[in-house]
């Protein structure tokens, strides 16, 4: 395979990111512009407060430019292509809103619920729409099951999908890096599936996030000059289900977005045991707040993290390739 595939969309993602994300803090900062600590959040966040958010902006223009880009140049562009992209954008448009409102119009809690909730459901039916125009198969494909047909029901599984995942990386973001390393993590797996299964389009998505992921990594690792936001959180988690879905391997992101499946599960459980037993499972959740509240530092638990996440996305790689 031709290494200019590779290397171009990681490489020029990265380096849009790296050169304007230096503009975007300034900017941000200069505009008091930052993040909001949340009252019930670990009190140690509390010093966090005012460091410039909304970063996800870079991520998402570095990508969704590098996608169109080198598709193009690489003759590659596809219908699947502009799928990807548009979920990526439109999720991160309902982010920014729900980011807006909390930057600049100070309401912290941002968006309600059920209006992101109806904005990610619009989103991911137009892209059930646009698979239904490619005629693509509304089946699941198991290891050891095989494919299993839907029907109608298909559209309902990638409605859940997409908001579940986007949940799930959104409620991952909340210590510094975590999301950007878990994330690259978890687009750089696809992207090697995607070159097994030969699905260069999506391969050329996949690297082009991860390229913007690496750059933004390098200003949000701690300390955080910049947070991404929902704008970049929701997106990414939107990216992640839209690429298990066109890859026809939508079970392998129970395993590559393992940590952001435990993070969801952290929250859902210490809610119901709250409401069913009045007693709390975790310290605090997610589940990264209860690492935090038993010691760990963020940079242990970044490691951590991260670690889990490859062998996981290994595990996966070792099944499918």
Known sequence: ??????IMPVLL???ITVCSMPFVIQYFS??????VTREEGPKWHESKSGTP???????????SATVLLASL?????????????FILVFYGLIGFLDDYIKVIMKRNLGLTSLQKLVGQILGGIVFFIGLSLLNYPTVITLPVLGSIELGWFYGLFVLFWLVGFSNATNLTDGIDGLMASTGMIAYLAYAIIAVFQEQYDI???????????????????KPAKIFMGDVGSLALGA????????????????????IFVCETASVMLQVGSFKLRG????????????????????WKLVGVFSLISVVMALVVLLILV
């Open 30 to 35: 200069k505009k008091q512009l930052g993040q």
């Open 53 to 63: 958010t909304m970063g996800g902006v870079s991520i998402i223009l570095a990508a």
């Open 73 to 85: 140049f690489l003759n590659i562009i596809t219908t699947g292509t502009l799928l990807l992209v």
């Open 13 to 15: 993602s990265f380096i």
């Open 279 to 298: 007693k709390r499972i975790f310290k605090m959740s997610p589940i990264h707040h209860h690492f935090e509240m038993v010691g760990w530092s963020e």
């Open 203 to 221: 391969m050329v998505f996949a690297l082009a996030v991860f390229g913007g992921l690496f750059g933004f990594f390098l200003f949000n690792k």
């Open 239 to 258: 990216g992640l289900a839209g690429i298990s879905i066109l890859l026809n391997q939508e079970w392998s992101l129970l395993l590559i977005g393992f």
């Open 1 to 6: 395979m031709d290494l200019t595939r590779i």
